[in-house]
């Protein structure tokens, strides 16, 4: 297992920033009860420790998928199962047929916003913590991980890794999409979505969003420039 930018990442994953987290999440699920859309899908977005250095856990889809999807950086989720309680428990669920990795829901410190994937279907990605990676036994499923890698969150902190893709449509601009630099492989696409979100969630003060991500059915204008 690949990881990159070994340096310090601060106390991200302290008791007391997981309860500052905890109660972000909460806050903004209850805000979304009532009018909020079902997801078709769901990815675990996995925090964890690399020798005491907080980071990001990814995997590298397998190329014996085929499809868009194929040989792209991901966290582990897939589509909901009919037997899924909710979001949570299919994220659960792909993790341990993706990694092997049986968490229990008291690693889940809660739901970021849902987010659409290229067909338009309604994402969740659900935050959880693993605890020190080497505490793990993880058991990548072949037929649909190829690797697993970690990138530090002090990283992914630094502006000399994030970068930015804006895209056109017919009339101009569309929208503009973050991309994480210099690791093992690039993290873009709704993968990067999902990390700029985890990173303003776990670092208010130190990680400001240059992009805008496009609503469902709707084009997103851009801002900033480029990198």
């Known amino acids: 297992m690949a990881e990159a930018g070994a340096d310090g990442g601060g106390g991200f994953l302290s008791s007391g920033s997981e309860q500052r987290c905890r109660e972000r999440l909460a ?3 209850g805000g979304r009860r009532g009018g909020a859309a079902v997801a078709a899908a769901a990815v675990l977005v ?14 590298l ?3 014996r998928l085929g499809g868009p999807h194929s040989g792209d950086v991901s966290f582990p989720g897939g589509r909901r199962d009919p037997a899924d309680g909710d979001a949570v428990a299919t994220a659960l669920r792909e993790t341990r047929e993706e990694l092997g990795l049986a968490l229990g829901p008291p690693s889940v410190w809660g739901q970021l916003r849902l987010l659409p994937d290229r067909q338009g279907q309604m994402v969740a990605p659900v935050v959880a913590n693993l605890g020190p990676l080497e505490d793990l036994t ?6 649909e991980v190829e690797e697993v890698f970690t990138l530090p969150l002090a990283h992914l902190l630094r502006e000399e890794n994030q970068g930015y893709t804006h895209f056109r449509t017919a009339g101009g601009y569309g929208y503009t999409l973050p991309v994480f630099l210099n690791g093992p492989h690039k993290v873009w696409g709704l993968t990067a979505i999902i990390t700029e979100l985890t990173l303003e969630l776990l670092a208010p003060g130190r990680y400001r969003r240059k992009t805008h991500v496009p609503a469902r ?6 801002k900033g420039g480029s990198t």
Do not use: E, I, M, Y
């Not at 059915?217 to 851009?222: K, N």
């Open 138 to 143: 993880l058991t990548p499923n072949p037929d």
């Open 27 to 29: 806050a903004a699920a």
């Open 217 to 222: 059915g709707s084009s997103a204008q851009p």
């Open 61 to 63: 889809r397998s190329r």
């Open 46 to 59: 996995p925090l964890c420790s690399v020798r005491g250095r907080p980071a990001l856990l990814f995997t």
